[in-house]
């Protein structure tokens, strides 16, 4: 059974940084892509980055470009964010799937629990 768990959410204001983590286990990841997305009250989850072992990415999302950074070591996936603005709180949730083009349309076959950011401005 696949499992993607998060960890590094919080409260924080606004211009500040956080580390997101996100482990998965029970399979084999070597031909995933995973990455992130997020849900924000009342709004739609949208994809934020991704990265992929086959040469995809890695991509972001128009809004997190030059704020957000995306990495990857084998099956554990982190996302680094600064320069945080309010319009950034929201749940993140950790995706993976066989095909990076599902995970950019926030369709993937793996989905974490979520963790919250929250920004105060």
């Known amino acids: 059974q696949v499992v993607l768990v998060e960890s590094g959410g919080g409260l924080v204001q606004a211009g500040g940084s956080l580390r997101l983590s996100c482990t998965a286990s029970?399979?084999?990841?070597?031909?995933?892509?995973m990455g992130w997305s997020r849900q924000a009250p009342g709004k739609d989850r949208e994809f934020v980055a991704g990265?992929?072992?086959?040469?995809?990415g890695p991509y972001y999302a128009d809004s997190v470009k030059g704020r957000f950074t995306i990495s990857r070591d084998k099956n554990i996936v982190w996302l680094e964010m600064k320069s945080l603005k309010s319009e950034d709180t929201a749940i993140y949730y950790c995706g993976a799937d066989m095909n990076y083009s599902a995970l950019v349309a926030v369709e993937n076959e793996y989905w974490g629990q979520g963790t919250q950011v929250t920004v105060s401005s």
């Open positions: 029970g399979g084999t990841f070597s031909g995933y892509a």
């Open positions: 990265i992929s072992t086959r040469g995809n």
